[in-house]
């Protein structure tokens, strides 16, 4: 079935019809408004991601479930990096008119499941047509007690830095969908992400991690956030770099460009001072999320990247410039 | 100067550096979520809306800075029509890599000149490459006491309805630009719309208005959304319509198809009960916006237009549909 048999107004209908009713929604779909509440003592984050076709995905090789879990997962990564808790999202689509609706009932699949995962509930957005592709918009709202948001720029001298899962996973699976390659964990990584939204609540809960950040655009990258609002350096080893098995299988000789570089592993990073890492660690454990020190905070600036033997390493490129 | 020599985070410290402080803003641009808060005993009002290039607008007669203004616009609209203030806002921007980065200054003057005038603030969003066309999602958040909050679903049999300015204009506008007028009300009306923001929250506080909308899509299919979610119908009297003297003049033997369907207006539809009009009216006269009765909401069903003797009057299309 074409999109233009149900319309607009059929399709928001369809979609509005799988919505829960929710506490912290005061005034779902349906007006020209959703109205929401932080609970008491919290504040709301609030963050907006864009997925354009053949920027950010490619329908070839893309299955509607995994895009619409990976574009409600990447806006939930940025909340989780705050600390706070999902609770709502709106929804935005730009629609070929010659789209089945089909594959629009298979992308809401998608986001539905990641939804009800981590607890976000849809209420509102917009749909229109598009000439130029899928066009995916969501803002993702989440809350917690501003005292405990985790900041990027609150990094201090002499913390140390830790990153949760491997590192490389999600981009060395988009070269092997590129290549051709249609099943795996590495493109799995990539296509359908996990935020890290317990872990994430869970250490601003804990009151022992300085910045935190996603690793959304690479790990040279996103430190180097960190470091610049912060005001300080980072230095990483780049040997205690967590790289999972299936990497180290396809990335080559030098393992650690990908690595370092490469994005989209939606991992957390983060700071906190040396002396707790064994809280860390043992928080993380419960968690059941592998969690590693890569380096340390410097009174320098910018990241600096080291060999075992305490040479300088440096990589082919750094971080993801939408417009480089 | 083409975007690529900016870059993603130059764009992004460009635009972040013109951004005010406000108290109702926790943690504004530069963290992976912005942190807000309402005032106490207020909720949020939240709305997002999409503008596609060559669907939305066409650059060929849309100019950066008019642009930039009714991006924002019709997102406050939306939060007008709820009676809120608006408070911050949040601008997703898909660029094409040609795109000159004097072109997004202009949209961005546009933009914060709008978001001046009605407070509200720019928190987050994302930028990233577009491969077709200019891409905008707006975010806007607002906030008023959820007992004033104005519903589609509240219209009661009896009731009056009401509409600010005039109806049209927008819609002709259009046209004109499509046969290459360039100047003129009309045009103005279609590439610089004005949210009504104080009215919007006039009314709500005022607390004599049942069910309110704004008209976007076009006043046959608006108000249909009115009667649909509070379970009545409506009768509009033609020739009550609101019409300009700029439209009387280009609209043609028949001014009603366009008053009726044309969208854009962003104008406020709204019902209220009998013996309320000279209250609602005195108070509109205050905020000096023309307001005008124009039927009343009714037992049946969806909206009946009457002609002055009386008989039914039967538009050409009714509503815009962006799938139709």
């Not at 079935?1 to 929604?25: D, N, Q, T």
Request: hydrophobic share 45%.
């Amino acid at each position: 079935m074409k999109l233009a048999e149900v319309g607009e107004f059929g399709l928001i209908r369809r979609i509005a019809e799988k919505i829960p009713a929710h506490r912290s929604v005061v005034l779902g779909i349906g007006d020209d408004a959703a109205g929401i509440l932080p609970s008491a003592g919290c504040i709301t984050l609030i963050t907006s991601d864009m997925l354009l076709e053949g920027v950010h995905f490619d329908l070839s090789f893309s299955d509607p479930i995994s895009l619409g879990r990976k574009s409600l997962a990447v806006n939930l990564s940025d909340l989780a990096a705050m600390g706070a808790l999902p609770r709502q999202f709106l929804l935005s689509l730009g629609l070929p008119r010659s789209i089945e609706v089909e594959f629009i009932d298979r992308f809401m699949e998608g986001v539905l499941a990641t939804a009800r995962s981590y607890g976000a509930i849809l209420v509102g957005g917009d749909t229109c047509a598009s000439k130029s592709g899928l066009v995916i918009s969501i803002t993702a709202l989440g809350e917690q007690r501003p005292e405990r948001v985790l900041k990027r720029s609150a990094a201090r001298v002499g913390d140390l830095v830790f990153v949760t899962g491997t590192l490389g996973d999600a981009a060395a699976g988009l070269e092997l969908l590129q290549r051709g390659v249609r099943e795996g964990r590495l493109v799995d990584r990539q296509l359908a992400p996990e935020p890290r939204v317990a872990a994430g609540a869970a250490l601003a809960d804990a009151g022992f991690v300085h910045a935190m950040i996603d690793v959304s655009d690479g790990l040279v990258s996103d430190l180097g956030h960190i470091c610049e609002l912060s005001g300080v350096g980072a230095k990483v080893e780049v040997e205690l770099l967590p790289l999972s098995e299936e990497y180290r299988r396809v990335c080559g000789a030098d393992p650690y460009p990908l690595a370092l570089s490469g994005g989209e592993d939606y991992e957390l990073l983060f700071t906190a001072a040396p002396g707790q890492e064994k809280n860390v660690l043992a928080l993380m454990q419960r968690l059941g999320l592998q969690t590693s020190i890569i380096g340390e905070i410097t009174d320098g600036k910018g990241v600096e990247l080291f060999r075992p033997d305490g040479s300088p390493y440096s990589p082919a490129k750094s971080g993801f410039d939408h417009f480089g």
